[in-house]
């Protein structure tokens, strides 16, 4: 049962944790990823088991936190870590997902969150990498979640702030990350994406609801690629919706008072 009173950023929060699957581990940031993660243990991950960045690993997530270091990532989980034990624990390979976001997304899901324009005289300046390096590096699968246009999905990223698949097949590995691991899914405003197993470039796998191919086409400033069946991304459920706005976020914080 489907009911079409939701707000784009409650779309994106379902259609994120619709990605997670039971029984495995996932890197959680601020904002739409901590929601995504509370949602898909109430759904279909109750076994999942999140780590936040400054050391809370599992918490319950029974209320929602409002940064990945304070209390509500400890609270009621499996461990009181530290960001040193987090990152290892991704470098160990002990992470399936882990969630990014930024200012620039290219065809091979290399991601840019430091400058727009040269490095030097940069047009803008972001606060950088933070823990997305690390994220993007070790992390099996990484799902980035972000505005679809094209000033931000571009043919090239003007910095390489998290590695994707960087120039294509074999390159990550060449670059000494783990073999089998990178980029799995973008989470837009206007679809879902995936990568082609042989190029490594982005595809499109499933529209949002009312949204054509075409326009994701004339969103993206490079050439996409297409899935053999392009699906359409259910809207969020009414069970979805009530577990998001009467229990994951009650006060509005992310998805909005209504």
């Not at 959680?28 to 509370?38: N, S």
């Not at 973008?186 to 075409?214: C, E, H, I, Q």
């Not at 053999?228 to 909005?256: C, V, W």
Request: aromatic content about 8%.
């Amino acid at each position: 049962m489907t009911t079409p009173q939701y707000n784009n950023q409650e779309l994106l929060i379902c259609i994120a944790a619709r990605q997670m699957a039971d029984n495995t581990s996932a890197f959680i940031g601020t904002g739409i990823p901590m929601l995504a993660a509370g949602l898909a243990k109430r759904m279909q991950a109750p076994n999942l088991v999140t780590f936040f960045e400054f050391g809370g690993v599992a918490p319950s997530l029974d209320q929602l936190p409002h940064g990945v270091g304070e209390s509500r990532t400890y609270r009621r989980g499996l461990a009181a870590l530290g960001i040193c034990d987090v990152m290892e624990t991704a470098a160990r390979g002990l992470i399936e997902y882990g969630f990014l976001g930024g200012a620039q997304i290219d065809p091979y899901g290399n991601l840019n969150s430091t400058v727009i324009g040269d490095q030097a005289r940069p047009k803008v300046r972001f606060p950088g990498s933070g823990g997305a390096n690390d994220i993007g590096s070790l992390c099996w699968r990484t799902i980035a979640v972000m505005p679809h246009d094209k000033r931000k999905f571009v043919p090239k990223v003007d910095f390489v702030t998290t590695a994707g698949y960087l120039s294509g097949p074999g390159a990550r590995e060449e670059a000494g990350l783990p073999p089998n691991s990178g980029p799995y899914r973008v989470v837009t405003n206007l679809g879902l994406l995936g990568y082609d197993d042989d190029t490594k470039r982005m595809k499109l796998l499933a529209t949002n609801p009312g949204v054509s191919v075409d326009q994701v086409v004339e969103s993206t400033g490079f050439e996409l690629l297409f899935a053999d069946e392009i699906g359409s991304n259910e809207p969020p459920t009414d069970e979805e919706l009530t577990l998001l706005r009467e229990h994951i976020d009650p006060t509005g914080l992310y998805i909005g008072k209504r």
